[in-house]
């Protein structure tokens, strides 16, 4: 059994090696060839100068070079860094700079971009580019330019350094709810343990096509790649263009299992599946946020051949939870029990365990906990902490993840998500949860995307505003407002919602950008002080 991430790869290269491990437009690859090439790549690294545990920041869409990069750095010993491709410059040269990066791999296009800004990424020795030459930087900051092809060519044989499981393998930025990206330490246990265990509930088999649509830089999205690798499955990359493009691909390539975040859910839901996608497709998975029940109801009624598991994760601890599909029909709201290899508590401020029905903040424990967020000791502090109320003999305690959360437990030990602390909506003296709103919104039917924020109001705290995308034309404020009332108590009616045609504004990984609609929204009610 594999024990580092990269030898996922060479075990089903030894096992299968002219099995599909890679599709990627025309072109596919085997495990035996994907091999090679990783080890290649890591070759080319060491060549380099990498050393143990320096980090190799990857730039790049979706190709077999991202791959082959991202599982090279692995065996050559160092930490991989996904950046996802959306990110603009001044993003990107941040997160250099922050993880001190040694390496930078990218394309030609996005290095010309970035060389203004490389003076300021001190740490950063050598730039690597897929596709072409670039004039170099400045005399000011020196950095080694080769190509991929030279890279490859390398006839360095010094061995990597020595690596457990406990060591780092990757470093992944998420947003957060405030601030900068913080870089999520994963080492080479986290993710594997994810990887096994996500296989493990979704029965992934070497028959498997998973479409990886997700950004690599998003936990959600990289797993689509260690689940394949773990079955022995093949992955098929694609970057996220339209809705359409995605089930078109699904049919064309005969994907089985397909991941994505809800508001991309939401506009698959509204378009008719051909039947190569609908005879093909085993499985869907969500997660990233509760996917609308009106999106689940018509998903199903397109796939009805097709499992849905809902899945609840955080990058601080990869997955948590995730919904057998046997209750789905029973419990369609609940983000279900903790995934093998990890256990949930829901508990009170001070620690103690909450009472069924009591909402509560969610604790993860087990393999999966991240090593905490890089060079950032005090975020690390506030979010790992000690396990409550169990072992308290231990000399070192064991550090859980702190989610900030909010979810409650059911009698029968099924978990409900509330929301996150920070989107809470405080207004009147009340605590309310943007997804209840959310909720019964889609359940108009007349609505694409939604997200219910708390703007700040000079008598109320926050008052709640609703930002909706139409789908019908002649939808209406007032039309909607009623159908919250007629399903929500007054305290959660929207005191305004805006109605646009355009789509929802996007983070990186694809969910709704709530901060950057707040910040639209900031000065709504200034008047009424």
Known sequence: MARLLHELILEQADRHPEAAAIVHRQMTINYADLAGLMQCAARGLLALGLNRAERVAVYLSKRLETVAALFGAALAGG?????????????????LRDCNARVLVTARDRAELLQPLLTDCPDLHSLVLVDGPIARPGPARPVQIIDWPMLLSSNDHRPPARAIDLDMAAILYTSGSTGKPKGVVLSHRN?????????????????????????????????????????????????????????????????????AVPPMWVQLALLDWPEA???????????????????????RR???NTTPFLMYGLTEAFRSTYLSPTELDRRPDSIGKAIPSAEVLVVREDGTPCTPGEPGELIHRGSLVALGYWNDPAKTAERFRPVPNQNPGLPIPELAVWSGDTVRMDEDGFLYFIGRKDDLIKTSGYRVSPTEIEEVLYSSGHVAEAAALGIR???????????????????SENGLITHCRQHLPNFMVPLQIVIRTRSLPRNPNGKIDRKALVEELRGLFQEEG
């Open 79 to 95: 930490v991989f860094v996904p950046i996802n491709p959306l990110l603009k410059p001044e993003q990107v040269a941040y997160i």
């Open 277 to 299: 996608a609908v005879a093909g497709l085993r499985y869907i998975t969500n997660s990233g946020g509760a996917m609308p029940r009106a999106t689940l109801d018509a998903l």
């Open 302 to 304: 397109s796939l009805p």
């Open 191 to 259: 993710l594997l343990t994810g990887a096994c265990s996500v296989a493990d509930y979704l029965e992934n088999r070497a028959e498997d096509r998973i479409l990886a649509v997700l950004p690599f830089s998003f936990d959600y999205g990289l797993s689509q790649l260690t689940t394949a690798f773990v079955a022995g499955a093949r992955a098929v990359l694609m970057d996220y263009l339209l809705p359409r493009d995605v089930i078109n691909t699904v049919a064309r390539e005969g994907i089985t299992g397909l991941a």
């Open 457 to 475: 109001h000079p008598a109320l705290g926050q008052a709640i505003v609703a930002v909706v995308k139409r789908l019908r034309e002649d939808l």
